[in-house]
């Protein structure tokens, strides 16, 4: 791990992902001047009920490109296909790659325990690639990091087989806004593709500013739950005053086959969090 400002490298399955989870933690990165990297391994071109899936993949990488624009990020959609990933040899190798190019302090991803196929396989990669970004023989052709970074779960509500363990509980109420901007972005999967997957397309509005608050009231509704969700443990790390009335929050689980997470890289780490 550097001495410097930390560095924050987000690897998710699909553009838009990082946003979903994680945009509150990215937005403290890019407030406190931070760099940071958003990969999506796929290249979303399932995510639609009726665009060419050609035409698709172009759409989301422009959606993705302008996030990267908005908030001053590296923002990179691959070439693998959504819907079909698999956490191959070949894929863990680029894995192994970006971790070691990028030199990542904090890297995000997707736990196994997930409904998605693809969210699992990033998952997976990641896990398999964390020590093995250490090891100079495998993938030869870049340097190996002396360190693994730390590696964090991105929050999710899924129980079975496990829960996620909160190690990491960050306040995001005052990056709201900010979150709802970047998910604008992404407009074929917030005011088409997802509304119509979840049986509410007829509720999205046609004008522009009342779409936008339609977002947000959807999204919000998603982010409280989590919030209520991790409500213990932000009452945990925040106290009963703030922690009981903390409107929105991300929470993290550590994973426990990358670098531990100390307590001074805590509080690098997660600024604002705890």
């Known amino acids: 791990m550097s001495t410097g400002s930390p560095r924050l490298l987000v690897l998710g399955a699909h553009p838009d992902d990082a946003e979903f989870h994680a945009g509150g ?20 071109g399932a ?8 035409k698709l993949t172009a759409i989301r990488r422009q959606e993705a490109a302008a996030v990267g624009r908005l908030i001053g990020a590296d923002y990179e959609v691959w070439e693998y296909p959504d819907g079909s990933l698999q956490p191959t040899l070949e894929v863990r190798h680029r894995v192994i790659r970006e971790i070691r190019v990028y030199a990542p302090d904090l890297v995000l991803t997707h736990r196994l325990n997930d409904y998605h196929p693809d969210h699992r396989a990033v998952g997976q990669l990641v896990q398999d690639a964390s020590f093995l970004v250490t090891v100079p023989l ?12 730390v590696v964090a779960y991105m929050p999710d ?9 909160p190690d990491v509980v960050v306040d995001t109420t005052k990056y709201m806004e900010r979150i709802i901007a970047m998910l604008d972005c992404h407009r074929s999967q917030v005011y088409e593709w997802l509304p119509y997957n979840a049986g509410v397309i007829d509720q999205v509005p046609s004008d522009d500013d009342a779409k936008l608050e ?17 409500r213990s443990r932000l009452v945990e790390v925040f106290g009963e005053q703030r922690g009981s009335v903390i409107e929105f929050a991300e929470a993290y689980e550590i994973s426990e086959y990358a670098s531990d997470l100390d307590d001074t890289a805590r509080q690098r780490l997660f600024p604002g969090g705890s």
Do not use: C, M
Request: net charge positive; no cysteine.
């Open 138 to 149: 495998v993938a030869p052709d870049t340097k190996p990091l002396r360190k693994d970074p």
């Open 47 to 54: 995510g639609h009920h009726q665009r060419n899936p050609v």
């Open 157 to 165: 509500l899924f129980t079975k087989p496990n829960p996620l363990s």
């Open 214 to 230: 339609w977002l947000a009231a959807w999204f919000e509704q998603r982010a409280r739950s989590v919030a209520d969700r991790f």
């Open 25 to 44: 933690l990215i937005s403290i990165y890019r407030e406190r001047g931070y760099a940071v990297k958003i990969v999506s391994v796929t290249n979303g």
